[in-house]
């Protein structure tokens, strides 16, 4: 038997972090632990910046959910000027945060997760990436690109930039409306991108049916769960009340303002990783953990306003008869659903009489010292809270980010399908490519949960009992 054994990097996520795998001395696993690495110290950098600066410093926190931090800032600001956003801005948030949607999330469905899904699991690693999946299917792959070119376009045309927006929500509302010729643009792109991600969401039911045993087998767990939801409890991604369930769907909490996120939700530091482990607070910790993110909200929401995406989330439901669809896999059907519904939203808001005025901006003076602003990041809820003097200077910032929610979930994860797949003795690629699936399932932004900027690695390392690195593979 060797002395080590390691893989590195875990491909296809965002960001850097490190799972380690150890093994009995029987060779079996006992337990597996995701460690996130690198740390920024974002929140204290910001110490006495202005607070209308937040909506553009923290969007630089991360290159791959740029728009998320974005709105959750400005709406954590929209608080301090304590105004109502004028109706227009308010169309061409949601605008934004559903081109950004479309955006992210086709990138995992049509470049991260395919993959897996389309050559398999075993596949070898060589082929099992965005150029295989190419070969294999060329015109979903180029449906995949289609779709985020639509949807950084809608970034572009309300925010002046197609990754990091310059020129788009202020404290306050927008900078600038919607030009008519640009509205017409998308508009007549939009249909596409719906067709485009119903043709995802099919993709992911076909895979989920001819392996149903592995999707119900694959890290299958029960946790809480918590997102957005509408006044009626529909899914909602931009605004709404905050809903807390426990793994039976009943409410831990009823519907609450995001704004009092502090009274229901605490943190819990581990020495072995730099990103906390967010819990509910009256179940303590690890009784109160929870998922956030397409899985959670599908599962806490009661229904989707719009129809087609409507259609899927019955299905979706129908899955579990009702109960939680508890799979981490089925993260990835979720999120062709929810992509379908921000196509179909985006479209809607598009046809809005109102999307091309001009009246977009309140501005005012400090009036709360105190501001939270949340969003359902594709990744899950995403929270901004600012502390100012009375000039607006900053004195404290706290950020809970989309990754960091999911955190025990994905160490979870990876314990149960190292438990369940891997086998020291008899090491292969596909076992610990499974492992990394895991966490993919989750699509975790690293440059978010450690506020550390780039993309960087994930490695795996396998250890014995005595410690001893095991194995040490690298893919690129
Ligand atoms: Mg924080
Ligand atoms: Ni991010």
């Known amino acids: 038997m060797p002395n080590t054994i390691t893989i590195e990097p875990v491909t296809r996520i965002e960001g850097h972090a490190k799972v380690t795998i150890r093994l009995d001395?029987?060779?079996?696993?006992?337990e597996a632990r995701m460690h996130v690495n690198e740390f920024r110290g974002f929140e204290r950098f910001c110490e006495g910046r202005l607070f209308s600066e937040m909506p553009l410093i923290t969007q630089r926190i991360c290159g791959i959910c740029p728009v998320s931090h974005h709105l959750a800032s400005s709406k954590a600001c929209d608080a301090i000027v304590g105004l109502e956003l004028p109706r227009p801005a308010r169309l061409l948030r949601e605008l934004m945060h559903m081109g950004q949607f479309i955006q992210s999330h086709a990138l995992h469905l049509f470049h991260l997760a395919s993959p897996d899904l389309l050559l398999g699991f075993d596949a070898d690693p060589a082929v099992r990436n965005v150029v295989g999946v190419i070969q294999a299917n060329p015109d979903l792959a180029l449906k995949g690109v289609a779709m985020r070119r639509f949807g950084q376009e809608v970034i572009r045309q309300i925010g002046g930039k197609r990754i990091h927006p310059y020129?788009?929500?202020?404290?306050g509302g927008i900078n600038h409306g919607l030009t008519?010729?640009?509205?017409d643009t998308l508009r007549r792109e939009v249909d596409g991108v719906v067709a485009g991600m119903q043709v995802a969401v099919g993709i992911i039911n076909a895979y989920a049916s001819e392996h149903a045993e592995q999707m119900q087998a694959f890290a299958n767990?029960?946790?809480g769960y918590l997102g957005l939801v509408r006044e009626n409890g529909e899914l909602e991604l931009y605004d709404g009340r905050l809903r807390l369930l426990g793994p039976d769907l009943e409410p831990w909490e009823p519907d609450f303002d995001p704004a009092r996120y502090l009274e229901f939700i605490a943190e819990k530091t581990e020495d072995w990783s730099y990103l906390k482990f967010p819990y509910y607070k009256k179940l303590g910790y690890p009784q109160g953990v929870y998922r956030v993110g397409p899985l959670a909200r599908l599962n806490?929401?009661?229904g989707i306003s719009t129809p087609l995406a409507n259609d899927e989330w019955q299905r979706f439901r129908a899955l579990a008869n009702g109960g939680a669809v508890e799979g981490s896999l089925f993260y990835h059907l979720a999120r062709a659903i929810e992509g379908l519904y921000a196509a179909e939203r985006a479209r809607a808001l598009l046809d809005d009489k109102d999307v091309c005025a001009q009246e977009t901006l309140a501005v005012g003076p400090v009036r709360n010292q105190v501001g939270v602003g949340v969003v359902e990041a594709p990744r899950g809820t995403l929270i901004h809270n600012y502390w100012v003097d009375e000039r607006g200077r900053l004195e404290k910032v706290n950020l809970i980010v989309s990754t960091g929610h999911n955190n025990w979930a994905m160490n979870r994860a990876v314990n149960e399908v190292a438990k369940a797949y891997v086998d020291g003795q008899q090491l292969t690629e596909g076992m610990l490519n499974r492992?990394?699936?895991?966490?993919?399932c989750y699509d975790p932004c690293l440059s978010c949960s450690t506020h550390a900027i780039g993309q960087m690695p994930l490695e795996v390392e396998l250890r014995g009992a005595d410690g001893a690195l095991l194995h040490h593979a690298r893919r690129s």
Do not use: M, T
């Open 167 to 171: 020129d788009g929500a202020s404290p």
């Open 25 to 30: 001395d029987a060779g079996k696993v006992s």
């Open 180 to 183: 008519p010729a640009g509205r």
């Open 300 to 302: 806490l929401c009661a």
């Open 221 to 223: 767990f029960p946790s």
């Open 435 to 440: 492992v990394e699936a895991a966490i993919r």
